[in-house]
């Protein structure tokens, strides 16, 4: 069966400093990757989506994410974070096949500091 | 625009009270889910419906109930069965054209007063 591991519950980064949140698959073959923000109160935006090709993904609100084959991750970086990045970050994997549901992480809750 | 939308925003049941919680779409796609979010606890699956008049249970369905009439709508209702409803509902949405991924409404809070 297939799983997402986000081994971070909470991080805490400083404003401007670099931040990379780690996912983790389990999945029979390459499956589709997704990161997904949620701010409080919220409902989940798509950050960016890995299909196939260049393995280095670039998302919305200057995120990146790079899937790695060998190492069945797919971790998302971003260069220098903003006060407005405080949310909770949500990995999933998707079938490519119709039918089939998401599978997601349990995701990672960013804190900003000042 | 095409999106898909959840109303109410806030919600207040009593206790022994059936409520149900509405999720709409536009997008044309043909799968439906509802999620419910507690603290610290991530997504959990209630419902879901691949197509109109089908819905499979997830991994929380006791105390909830769905329908799935047309595809465009997909209400869930938690009844008086659901012994601790105070909890944050997401639905979202999946074609099965381009990316299956999912397209989330805003979510509804739910509080049992």
């Known amino acids: 069966a297939q799983s997402v591991t986000q081994p971070d519950i909470h991080i805490t980064v400083s404003e401007g400093a670099s931040l990379e949140l780690r996912c983790n698959y389990s999945?029979?073959?390459?499956?589709?990757l997704f990161w997904y923000v949620q701010s409080p109160g919220q409902g989940l935006q798509l950050l960016l989506k890995y299909f196939s090709g260049d393995t280095l993904v670039q998302g919305i609100k200057g995120f990146e994410a790079e899937f790695k084959r060998s190492q069945s991750s797919f971790n998302l970086r971003k260069p220098s974070v903003h006060w407005s990045d405080a949310a909770e970050y949500f990995c999933?994997?998707?079938?490519?096949?119709?039918?089939?549901?998401?599978?997601f992480g349990g995701g990672t809750r960013v804190l900003v500091k000042p | 625009d095409g999106g898909i939308t959840q109303s109410p925003k806030y919600l207040f049941r009593k206790e022994g009270q059936n409520v149900t919680l509405s999720c709409e779409q536009n997008?044309?796609?043909?799968?439906m889910y509802w999620y419910r979010q507690d603290p610290g606890q991530g997504l959990r699956l209630i419902y879901y419906s691949q197509i109109v008049n089908d819905f499979q249970k997830g991994d929380i369905a006791e105390g909830y109930s769905v329908s799935r009439e047309k595809k465009e709508s997909f209400p869930l209702t938690v009844t008086s069965a659901q012994k601790n409803p105070t909890a944050f509902y997401l639905c979202?949405?999946?074609?099965?054209?381009?990316?299956?991924?999912?397209?989330f409404g805003s979510g509804t809070r739910l509080t049992v007063v």
């Open positions: 979202a949405s999946q074609g099965w054209r381009g990316d299956y991924g999912y397209t």
């Open positions: 997008l044309n796609h043909d799968a």
């Open positions: 999933a994997v998707g079938p490519k096949a119709a039918g089939n549901k998401l599978t």
């Open positions: 999945y029979g073959a390459t499956p589709y």
